[in-house]
C-alpha cells in the first residue's frame, strides 16, 4: 500500500511565483526524498531529508520535515517553465531484513504559466 | 554516463504473450528494483534485489519473475502478458540496500497489453 500522499494533486502557478506542495505519511521513516518526473520520462532524485532533520536547501528548493506531524513540503522558489513536472515523495519501506525499496505517494502535477 | 538503461522503450504484447524487459546499470550499484507506474496510482514496487544472486518479492510480485545473475543486470519476466499489465515499468538502482542514497531511474518502458 502506498505510504506517502501529496496535495494538491495539481497545481497551476504563473512563472516567478513559489510553489509548494505537501506530503504525508503513516509510518515512521528513517528517510524522505523527493523526485521530479518529467513528462515521458524517468523519474530524477530532488534531494533527501532524513528523519533527524527539519529543513534541509538545495539550490531553489527547500524541503522541510515534521516527524511528529507526519508530514514533508516541497517548495520550489521562484519558479521556471522547466519546473513543470511531477513531483513525488517517496519514503522507505521495511519489513524485517532491511530496506525493501521506496514507497511512493501519487504526486503533485505542478504547471508553471508562462 | 550511461546510468541505467531500460530496453525496450515501448512494447505491444498479445495477452498470453512472454517477454523480457531490459534494465542495466554502470554505478556499481548493489540494489535494483523494478516498479509499475500506473495512472492516479504512482509508483509501485514489484520486485527488488540487493545483490547479485539475491531477489526478493515487493508490493506487486503476481506475474513477474526477476533474477540477477550479475551486478549490473536486473531483468523482469512477464510469464503470460494480461491486459492488467499494462503499465510503464521502472528499473532503479542506488548503492546500498539502506537506500539512505539517492535511487536512479531508467527513462522507462511502456508496455500496452492487448
Redesign the interface.
Known sequence: SQQGEEDPQALSIQEGENATMNCSYKTSINNLQWYRQNSGRGLVHLILIRSNEREKHSGRLRVTLDTSKKSSSLLITASRAADTASYFCATDMYSGGGADGLTFGKGTHLIIQP | NAG?TQTPKFQVLKTGQSMTLQCAQDMNHEYM?W?RQDP??????IH?S?GAGIT?Q??VPNGYNVSRSTTEDFPLRLLSAAPSQTSVY?C?SSQD????????????TRLTVV
Open positions: 541505467v528494483s516498479y492516479g496510482m504512482g509508483l509501485r514496487l527488488y540487493v526478493d515487493g508490493e521502472f532503479a540496500r539502506g537506500l539512505i542514497t539517492e535511487a536512479f531511474f531508467g527513462q522507462g
